[in-house]
C-alpha cells in the first residue's frame, strides 16, 4: 500500500442523483493515478445504471441518456475500476461523497478496496480560509490552476483536484518547511480544527 501523500489516486464520479441509498447510480468515474506527484495512468468509463437519467442530471453533467444507452453497465464498470484502485490511497473533493458510490456499487460486485479516503475539499477549508468558498471551481480560481474550464465531468474534475491537491502539498511544505507528508498526515489534517492546524503543522516539521 502507498503510503505517502504523492501517491495516491484522485477521483470523481457523477451520478444520477445524490444517494445510493436513494437507489442512484453512478454513470461516470474518472480517476488520476499519481506516483510520488506525477501522473502515471487515468481511468475514465461511461457506465449504464439500466435506467434513465432525468433531464436535469443530462443539464448538470452533459452525460445524456443517448450516451448512456451504449455504455458499459455499472457492475462492469466497476469491476475495473476495483482492480484500478488497489494498493493506493484516494482522495476526492467533498469525499464523503464519492466514498458513499464507491462502496455502494463495489458491495454490488463484492468488490472491496484496502485504501483510505481522504478530502481535498476539508483541507482545502483549513488551509485556504479566505478563499471565496471551497467548491473545487472556486479554489482553482482562487489558486490560479491551469484548467480547461471543464467542470461536472468525472475526469476532468478528478484531474482539477489532482492538481489543486498537489498545490495543497506544496502550500503545506513550503510554509511549514515539511520534507514529506503521509497519507495519514493528510487525513488527520481533514479533522483539525481550523484553529489548530497551524500548531498541528509546525509540530510535522520538528
Not at 13 to 30: C, H, K, Q, V, W
Not at 129 to 134: G, L, S, V
Amino acid at each position: 500500500m502507498q503510503t505517502n501523500a504523492e501517491s495516491v489516486i484522485v477521483l470523481d464520479f457523477e451520478t444520477t442523483g445524490l444517494s445510493p441509498n436513494m437507489g442512484d447510480r453512478a454513470i461516470e468515474i474518472g480517476a488520476v493515478k499519481m506516483d510520488n506527484g506525477v501522473v502515471v495512468d487515468h481511468f475514465q468509463k461511461l457506465m449504464n445504471p439500466g435506467f434513465r437519467v432525468s433531464s436535469f442530471i443530462e443539464g448538470y453533467t452533459g452525460i445524456t441518456n443517448n450516451m448512456l444507452r451504449t455504455a458499459a453497465p455499472c457492475d462492469e464498470v466497476m469491476d475495473e475500476f476495483a482492480d484500478f484502485i488497489q494498493g493506493y490511497n484516494l482522495v476526492a473533493h467533498n469525499a464523503s461523497f464519492d466514498q458513499r458510490f464507491l462502496d455502494a456499487e463495489l458491495a454490488q460486485i463484492n468488490r472491496d478496496y484496502q485504501g483510505k479516503f481522504t478530502c481535498s475539499m476539508l483541507i482545502a477549508r483549513r488551509l485556504f480560509q479566505d478563499a471565496p468558498n471551497h467548491k473545487l471551481g472556486t479554489l482553482v480560481d482562487y489558486l490560479n490552476i491551469d484548467n480547461d474550464g471543464v467542470f461536472h465531468r468525472a475526469l476532468a474534475d478528478s484531474e482539477m483536484t489532482a492538481k489543486l491537491w498537489l498545490e495543497i502539498l506544496s502550500t503545506i511544505q513550503s510554509n511549514y518547511q515539511i520534507n514529506a507528508l503521509s497519507f495519514s498526515h493528510m487525513q488527520k489534517l481533514a479533522k483539525t480544527a481550523k484553529a489548530s492546524v497551524p500548531s498541528y503543522l509546525k509540530k510535522l516539521a520538528i
